[in-house]
Nanobody
Framework: QVQLVESGGGLVQAGGSLRLSCAASRSILTFSAMGWYRQAPGKQRELVARITSSGSTIYADSVKGRFTISRENAKNTVHLQMSSLKPEDTGVYYC???????????????WGQGTQVTVSS
């Protein structure tokens, strides 16, 4: 089992910045990957950014060049630095951990409870 706790959300004006953090209940070094997803009202949850255990990253086209995902292994934490925020970035941001219990087991997904980000115009 893995517990994830997000923090850092809030209200910010367009053009501003926020840094989200996701703290895991155990070492993230063994996780296959961690990611940030968001869900706007009335919309499906979508991938924002993902980082693998080797450090490879992917971003949604809408956030490329503005958001950066990073790992802080010593603190079992993943961050999402968000800059040049736009009103369309508004939503609940969720952290997800992808964990493979053993080499031959299927990957298990664990989710945090989410943190609200609101960008005002």
């Amino acid at each position: 089992q893995v517990q994830l706790v997000e923090s850092g959300g809030g209200l910010v004006q367009a053009g501003g910045s926020l840094r989200l953090s996701c703290a895991a209940s155990r070492s993230i070094l063994t996780f296959s990957a961690m990611g940030w997803y968001r869900q706007a009202p009335g919309k499906q949850r979508e991938l924002v950014a993902r980082i693998t255990s080797s450090g490879s990253t992917i971003y949604a086209d809408s956030v490329k060049g503005r958001f950066t995902i990073s790992r802080e292994n010593a603190k079992n934490t993943v961050h999402l630095q968000m800059s040049s925020l736009k009103p369309e970035d508004t939503g609940v941001y969720y952290c997800k951990a992808e964990v493979r219990p053993t080499l031959w087991a299927a990957v298990e997904d664990y989710w945090g409870q989410g943190t609200q980000v609101t960008v005002s115009s």
